[in-house]
């Protein structure tokens, strides 16, 4: 299976009975408890030259990063550094989790919404600060 990036994912095969249950209480690195900490890539919006391709949300402190196709992978960058291997897709109309740890697609658990950025922020983004020739700088 390939994500919108282009990137080839490994799926996980059913968890049966047991995967339920734990969907149901949680499951390590997922904390459905936790709220996005915006509507961007936090480190991206902090500097005055960031800009994202794709944008990802992680499972167990809800920090937005951007993808590993964006220039600077802030999203793996938090992950790396705080343990949180676990990410979600922030993007509208995906739905899926990934764990960095293992390097494969895995079922996640209904987070609190909003689920993805809002459908008018553009891809990339923010406005205003996507470079032109942008395609040529990501990974």
Known sequence: MRGRSGVRWQLIPEWGKEGISMMRKGRRGINPASKPSGEGCVECLASRN???????????????????????QHASKHAAATGHSIIASFEPGEDWFFDYETGAMIKGAELLPPRAHPLDQPVPGPAGRVPAGWESLLH
């Open 50 to 72: 960031g800009w994202w391709f794709h944008l990802r949300r992680c499972a167990e402190c809800g920090h937005i990063g951007c993808c590993d196709s964006s220039p600077s």
